[in-house]
């Protein structure tokens, strides 16, 4: 190891793992480490990277003078996300910047500010799915100080946080974990090459770095909860799988914090069998999707139908074992057994608006009636809602994918990977260059911009979902189906009853239950009765 001018030796435990103890080394300073005959590199388990994945690594003082003693974290059933990216949420792209945006969250009526990835990535610009630190906040966001100030902040105004991890794979670009360690296996592959090592020789080590990240997070800077990205690419045929150990340990930090999985697979067991908290249903999303716009290509031709987020509404999962035609073959089994509060769904997320061809949002396709359509069917759903930024007034702004890398020929491998990855849903023209400033920077809201009359309808479905029978998030209490085009869900508690009438077609006349109704909230194609 070099720290400043002086070299120390680094020691060899009898696992193989190498550690140093250096004397007078205060916080600020900078090092790199040597392996063999190697150039001096960056620390794998490095706290900051002041001058990118390349540079050097910089000690830091985890303290921090907290302000949330008296926090104690928000219930798995109150749980409201807002999703944001931190580079495009404000004109400035730092978690400083984004603490002047809080309040107006709060009194929105949110509980949960859910942070795209924050681990060390290159450059400036990147969703951070490319991260190659799993224990360094990005340095172009403000480094670990100025995330601490972020969730402390939040905190003060009765907001969690969540933030989105990504243990399924490390960037290409300042990826330092090869040849330090067995840190991944020929043995499987994923979309980004080799998979991580969680199950294979050496994996012990491997899966102790990944959860001691983890439980950084949830310890040291006060996150409440985690959202595992793609565990579906994590192949682990272990014993003890990696999410359910890891799980374990996190819920043992001390502290209340929810682990929620994102899988496209449609499988229960990770909250059934692992004990993760929650899992992010896409089939809500596509079946919602495809009736506010008839889209049908690529992964939107296996829905369409109204009885399809009938079911969603009711069971969780569309695909329940049935074949999907996208994907050649069945898909999922059944979720019945699941609360209502164990799925995520949304309108629109990072995935689903940056992964289309511009990174177009819902508000620059649809009306201010479908999109009030589209708040109210997953605000009101009895599952945990996550709204993505800045659609709460419309934000027409796209967000399109970007990056900042620095080898020319991992840029190009980025660009031809795009256009592959849009060939199924037959979008004409061109992807936004990913490489390009300008692609960034077309992603930065505009709330000056925005529709007051839709914010006030995000408003006053927040505070319904406060009250009964909303706020009560039991399979029990919930029933939905589709007549015509037209989806209507019931809501019934011992407290309070709720009907929902969601028209994705012309508006047709639906009769009501026995009782005495009123209508709670009416807008042209959603109109919901409370009685």
Known sequence: MRVGGRLAPLARDARGVFTAEVDGVRAGALYKIRLGDTDDRPDPASRHQPEGPHGPSKVVDPAHPWTDAAWTGVPLERLVFYEIHVGTFTPEGTFDAAIGRLDALAELGVTAVEVMPVSQFPGARGWGYDGTFPFAVQDSYGGPAAMKRFVDACHARGLAVALDVVYNHFGPDGNYLWGTGPAFTDRYHTPWGAAINVDGPGSDETREFLIQSALMWAREFHV???????????????????????????????????????????????????????????????????LLTDERDGYYADFGAPEQLARAFAEGFVYQGERSTFRERRQGVSSKDLEPSRFVVFAQNHDQVGNRMSGDRLGAKISVDRLKLAAAAVILSPNLPLLFMGEEYGETAPFPYFVSHTDPGLIEAVRQGRRADHVRFHWPGEPPDPQAEATFRSAVLHPERGNPELRAWYKALLA??????????????????????????????PEARAVLHLHFGDPVEVPLPPGRWTLALDSPLAKIYRA
């Open 224 to 290: 409440d909860a985690l959202r595992l990205d793609a565990v579906d690419t994590i192949i682990d045929v272990s014993a003890r799988p990696f999410l359910a150990e890891l799980a374990e340990r996190v819920k043992g930090a001390g502290r209340r914090v929810h682990v929620i999985a994102e899988s496209d697979r449609n499988d229960p067991k990770l909250v059934r069998d692992y004990g993760l908290d929650a899992i992010w249903n896409d089939d809500f999303h596509h079946a919602l999707r495809t």
């Open 464 to 493: 319904l979902r406060r009250e009964p029978p909303f706020s009560t998030l039991r399979r029990e209490s919930v029933s939905a189906a589709a007549r015509g085009r037209t989806v209507v869900v019931e809501r019934t508690t």
